[in-house]
C-alpha cells in the first residue's frame, strides 16, 4: 500500500496512545485530535471519499473520524458510508474488505450487516495454505452481486433497512443467523482446501494484508461468523514463522516457486523483506493475541498468556522499538534491534495502537 493510505490512520493512533498517557497534557492532546479531525473533513471529496485507488481509504477515513467522536448521522461520514457501501459490492481488494468490514460494524446499522457477512465471507475464501493473504481475494459469484445490489437499491428507496434488511436482534448473532446464502458459501468453502494464493501457484502473501484480514475476521466473527479455524491458521503462521529475535518480518519467502522450503535469514541482513521490523512485529502479536481471544470464548480450559514464549519473545522484540531500557547494553545482547519503521511511522502508530487495544 502506499504511504498516504496508511498516514490517515495515524488519527486513529492518537486516540488510544494520548488516551493511556496521564503524564501528557489532555488539552493538548484533544487539540492535537480535533485539527487532525479538521485536517481529514478537508480532504474529503464531495461524492463522499478520500482520494485514493482504493475505496478502504475512505473506509479508514470514516472509521477514524468516528472513533474521534463524528456521528454517524452527520454529512460526512453519511458520504462515505454511501461510498463504501456501493463499492463493497464486488470489492476484492484485502486491505479495503478489511476495512470496510470495521466502518460498516462502527457504524452499528443492522442494514449493513448483509455487507458485513459477505465481506467476511471473502476474506475467508482468500486466506491461503499459509494462513495469509495476498492483496486480493477470490470474487464473488454473479448470483451474490445481484443480491446485494437488490439489498442496496431497496434500502435506498425505503430509507429504513427493512424488508430483506431485518433488523439487528438482541445478544450476539451466531451462524444459525446468517443468511441463507452466506451458509451456502461457507459450505462452499469448507469443502474447499486453503487457496494457495497468489498469481502463477506463487504464494505472494504478506504480514501486512494479514494483519488487516485477521482484524476484519475478528470483527466479522462478532456477526456471527464461524471464523476460528482461519484465526488458528493465522495463529500457526506466526508461531512458525517468528524470528530469533521475537520479532517478524512482512513476508514468508518461499525458495522456490512451488512448494519451495522456508528460508531462514538473521534479523537485520539486508535481503528480501524477511529481516523483523516494527509494524511487522505488531502484526505477528496481533495474530496471537486474536486467535487467544477466540480460543478463550469457546470456553474449556483458558490459555495463559503470561506461558506463551512467543507472545512474550514479540513484546520483547517490539520493546526495542518503544522507549528505553534500563541497561541498554545488556538488554541488546539478549535481544537483536528490530528495524525501525523508515518512512512508515504511520503504519506503526496504527499497529502499535491495535496491539495496546489487544
Known amino acids: 500500500m502506499t504511504r498516504t493510505f496508511f498516514t490517515l490512520s495515524t488519527f486513529c493512533g492518537f486516540l488510544l496512545l494520548a488516551g493511556s498517557s496521564r503524564a501528557a497534557d ?3 492532546i484533544q487539540r492535537a485530535i480535533d485539527n487532525g479531525v479538521l485536517a481529514l473533513k478537508g480532504l474529503q471529496s464531495r461524492e463522499g471519499t478520500w482520494r485514493h485507488t482504493h475505496i478502504g481509504a475512505t473506509a479508514l477515513a470514516g472509521l477514524t473520524l468516528l472513533e474521534c467522536g463524528e456521528s454517524p448521522k452527520s454529512d460526512c461520514i453519511k458520504k462515505a458510508a454511501q461510498s463504501v457501501r456501493g463499492s463493497s459490492v464486488g470489492l476484492t481488494h484485502t486491505y479495503s474488505i478489511s476495512l470496510a468490514i470495521m466502518f460498516l460494524d462502527k457504524l452499528g446499522d443492522p442494514a449493513d450487516i448483509p455487507l458485513i457477512e459477505s465481506l467476511t465471507v471473502r476474506l475467508l475464501a482468500g486466506q491461503n495454505a499459509r494462513g495469509g493473504w495476498t492483496y486480493y481475494c477470490p470474487a464473488i ?6 443480491r446485494l445490489t437488490r439489498l442496496l437499491k431497496q434500502r435506498n428507496e425505503l430509507k429504513a ?3 430483506d434488511l431485518g433488523k439487528r436482534k ?10 441463507p446464502e452466506i451458509k451456502q458459501q461457507l459450505r462452499l468453502i469448507n469443502r474447499l482446501a486453503p487457496a494457495r494464493g497468489g498469481r ?3 504464494i505472494r502473501d504478506d504480514n501486512s494484508n494479514t494483519q488487516f484480514a485477521t482484524l476484519g475476521l475478528w470483527v466479522g466473527r462478532r456477526h456471527g461468523l464461524p471464523v476460528n479455524q482461519a484465526l488458528a491458521r493465522v495463529d500457526a503462521r506466526f508461531r512458525q514463522s517468528q524470528k530469533p529475535s521475537g520479532g517478524w518480518g512482512y513476508v514468508l519467502w518461499e525458495q522456490k516457486m512451488r512448494g519451495g ?3 531462514t535469514v538473521p534479523d537485520g541482513q539486508p535481503n528480501d523483506g524477511v529481516a523483523s521490523t516494527a509494524a511487522m512485529t505488531c502484526a505477528g502479536l496481533l495474530g496471537l493475541a486474536i486467535n487467544h481471544g477466540a480460543v478463550n470464548e469457546v470456553g474449556g480450559k483458558k490459555r495463559n498468556l503470561k506461558k506463551d514464549r512467543s507472545l512474550n519473545a514479540g513484546l520483547l522484540a517490539l520493546s526495542t522499538a518503544i522507549g528505553l531500557p534500563k541497561d541498554p547494553r545488556r538488554f541488546m545482547q539478549l535481544v537483536p534491534k528490530i528495524q525501525r ?3 512508515t511511522a504511520y503504519y506503526f502508530l496504527w499497529s502499535v495502537e491495535r496491539v495496546g487495544v489487544a
Open 26 to 28: 489532555e488539552k493538548q
Open 161 to 163: 433497512g427493512v424488508g
Open 141 to 146: 459469484g454473479a448470483d451474490e452481486v445481484r
Open 170 to 179: 438482541p445478544g450476539r448473532r451466531t451462524v444459525k443467523d446468517l443468511s
Open 261 to 263: 522450503p522456508l528460508v
Open 341 to 343: 519503521s523508515n518512512g
Open 200 to 202: 502463477g501457484g506463487m
